[in-house]
Structures are given as structure tokens and as C-alpha cells.
């Protein structure tokens, strides 16, 4: 899979990801390309059982440690190239299926954003200055 990420300078890099190599044969069942209507691929999927255990969220971009255990007692691990962080564009795949790992707040990218100061030009600073 190839995705598309935008960095700070506007520049587009294009970065491989892999899915995770013991689940490939599970959605291969299920690929879209076997002419199943969605409603029957959602709800087979739906079928599966297993936990994912994982860091807790974080700011590191480049790194990602967890493991996915199966209802059979099979451990997979997880590492950086099987997740997709937020913002990611999907190029030159017909399809995937993905687990949201965290939300909201809880995104790399939203870790990683760090404290935005408070903007001004500087004849405003100085406008300010003067009325107070």
C-alpha cells in the first residue's frame, strides 16, 4: 500500500506501508474484488475477535509498538509500517480494511502538534502597547 503524507513544508512524500502479513489471508475472503455487496463483507468482518494491545498514545510519529491476539491464541506483532496516522492519503490501492487505534485527542498528530503561539503582526503589538 502506498500513502501519501504532507509534511510541515507543503512537500508530498509518498511512503510504503504494509498490512499486517498473518491477516492478509483472513480479509482476502472478503476482498471487495469476489463481488460481495458491503452489507455481507461488513458483517463477516463484524464475525472476528481480537484485542489490540498497545502503547499508550504518544507524540512519536516514526515509532509504533503493539501486538494483535487473535481469538485462537495467535500473537501478531504490530509495528509503524502497519498503522495509517490521520491525514494520510491512500494512492495506487483498490482497497483496504483498518481498525481506528486511537481518536480525537488521542492521534499522534494531535500529540505531536505541540503549543501554537498566539499570532500578531507588529503593528498590532504596538496598536495594543499604545491603548493599554
Request: contains cysteine; charged residues 25%.
Amino acid at each position: 500500500m502506498i500513502i501519501k503524507q504532507n509534511t510541515c513544508k507543503s512537500e508530498t512524500n509518498l511512503k510504503s506501508r504494509q498490512a499486517v502479513t498473518d491477516l492478509n489471508q483472513i480479509f482476502e475472503d472478503y476482498s471487495p474484488s469476489k463481488n460481495f455487496d458491503r452489507e455481507y463483507i461488513n458483517s463477516q468482518i463484524s464475525k472476528l475477535n481480537f484485542e489490540i494491545g498497545c502503547e499508550i498514545p504518544n507524540q512519536f510519529l516514526n515509532q509504533f509498538v503493539g501486538t494483535l491476539k487473535m481469538d485462537n491464541g495467535n500473537e501478531i506483532s504490530l509495528e509503524n509500517v502497519n498503522i495509517l496516522l490521520r491525514g494520510c492519503r491512500i494512492r495506487n490501492t483498490q482497497w483496504c480494511y483498518g481498525i481506528v487505534i486511537f481518536a480525537g485527542r488521542d492521534t499522534k498528530i494531535m500529540k505531536n502538534r505541540g503549543v501554537s503561539g498566539f499570532k500578531q503582526t507588529h503593528v498590532s503589538r504596538i496598536v495594543n502597547e499604545i491603548t493599554i
